[in-house]
Structure formats: C-alpha cells, structure tokens
C-alpha cells in the first residue's frame, strides 16, 4: 500500500509513501509520484535567474544643467556647441543648436558625450511636448514577396512636420536667450578644435 503524502502549505503532493517489507529496509521509503525520464535532454534548458536589480534614474552630471553650453564629441554635429535644454526620462540630454543659428536640430545625446562649458543661457519655459516619444521611429510595414521587387516610387518625407513645427517653436524660445549673452552667437557657430599639444583633459572650458 501506498499513501500520498500531504504537504500543509496547501501545495500539490510531488511524494508518495510506499511502505517496504523486511526488518531492515526502514518501513516506508518516499517515492515520487511522477516518474523522471530515462534519457537526459540533447540540449540544456536555460533557467531564467532571477533579476532584483531596480531601474534607477539617471543622475545628471553637476556641470550640467539647463541651458549650459555644450560640446559635442560624438554623431554626425561632433565638435559643434550646443544648448542643453533638459534631461528626459530616459536619462539622455536634450540639445539644440539651435538650428538656426549652427544647423543642429533637437537631438537627444548621452552625456557622457558631450563637455560641458562655464557658460550658461537663461532659458525660458520649454514646450511640455519634448519627450523621448518625439524621437520614438515609426515601424516599417512587412512587404510581400511579389512587394519585395517592385520599387516603391513615393518617398516619405524624413522629417515630420511636427518635429519642423517644434522645431521653430523651440528656436523662437532660444535664440533671444543667446542673443542677450555677448558673443555667444559667434562662439555657437565656431567648431571646438585642438591643434598640436593642446589636450582638454588640462583645459578650462
């Protein structure tokens, strides 16, 4: 005879007890209900560990702020100056050109990037509708195989009128901020270069 055991947690049974005849062999012995296989799998199965780590904001550098100046080290605008707007939630900073005065469009940048210089503008309050959904990319349709072969004549615009709309709101709101500040229009416009014997770990920005 053999009588399951049961656990008082409530759980399902896994054992069953199985009583063993003979003097020696200790009475009852716990036997698993559900059998194992009798050959290992041809492959391991990966066990999922456990993550306990919790998302913490990232923490802005203290050189850094709103309306800081900046200089770019990376991307496509390296070497050029910017303006930091904000940081957004995904940590990254906000920056502009602005583009109307050096061609660099809102763009979101690491700052680990990016120097941060002494000089500062003092900006005005910036739209609520700069949020990293702004720069979220849309998902291109799956074509068919016959689609695959026929060449698509009408192009997308790249840049939303949104974004170009935004765009020239921000500008608005920041190219009077640079302009009260003397000689910073030309010292946007300049590229941050370093001749030879120069190193800017030893600079004064």
Known sequence: KAVVSTQSTGAAP???TKQVQGEKNGGSRQVPLAKKPRFYPTEDSKNPLNNRRKVKPTKL?????PGSVLILLAGVHRGKRVVCLKQLPSGLLLVTGPYKINGVPLRRVDQAYV???STKVELPAMPESLTDALFKR???PTKNEKEMFVENTTEEPKISAEKIA???EVDALVVPAVKKVDMLQSYLRSRFTLTKGQFPHEMKF
Request: glycine content about 0%; charged content about 30%.
């Open 14 to 16: 896994t054992h069953k």
């Open 61 to 65: 550098r203290s050189t850094i702020s």
């Open 138 to 140: 849309k998902a291109k």
């Open 166 to 168: 935004l765009q020239k």
């Open 115 to 117: 120097i941060a210089t």
